[in-house]
């Protein structure tokens, strides 16, 4: 059974910071590309950042500069830095696992962030 468990979300004030992680379990960790998506109120969801199993990211253009996304192989966790947070990254995040035609979602962890 796969699972996807995301952590680290709360109520933070526009400037703060926050550490998503996501723990995964039942896949294979290390072959798999790891992302984190969002969705606001009202908004589809959409692409935060993503990490491949060689290491390369992309970001959305929203927060490049800003977030950090990282993974630890041996720990099956995949991480969100979330740096000078503001109003509009108010959002449930979401946690995707993702291989060839394989993919996987978390339940979601809520950021709000107070301006």
């Known amino acids: 059974q796969v699972q996807l468990v995301e952590s680290g979300g709360g109520l933070v004030q526009a400037g703060g910071s926050l550490r998503l992680s996501c723990a995964a379990s039942g896949i294979i960790f290390s072959i798999n590309t790891m992302g984190w998506y969002r969705q606001a109120p009202g908004k589809e969801r959409e692409l935060v950042a993503a990490?491949?199993?060689?290491?390369?990211?992309n970001y959305a253009d929203s927060v490049k500069g800003r977030f950090t996304i990282s993974r630890d192989n041996a720990k099956n966790t995949v991480y969100l830095q979330m740096n000078s947070l503001k109003a509009e990254d108010t959002a449930v995040y979401y946690c995707n696992a993702r291989w060839r035609y394989f993919v996987y979602w978390g339940q979601g962890t809520q950021v709000t962030v107070s301006s």
């Open positions: 990490i491949a199993s060689d290491g390369n990211t």
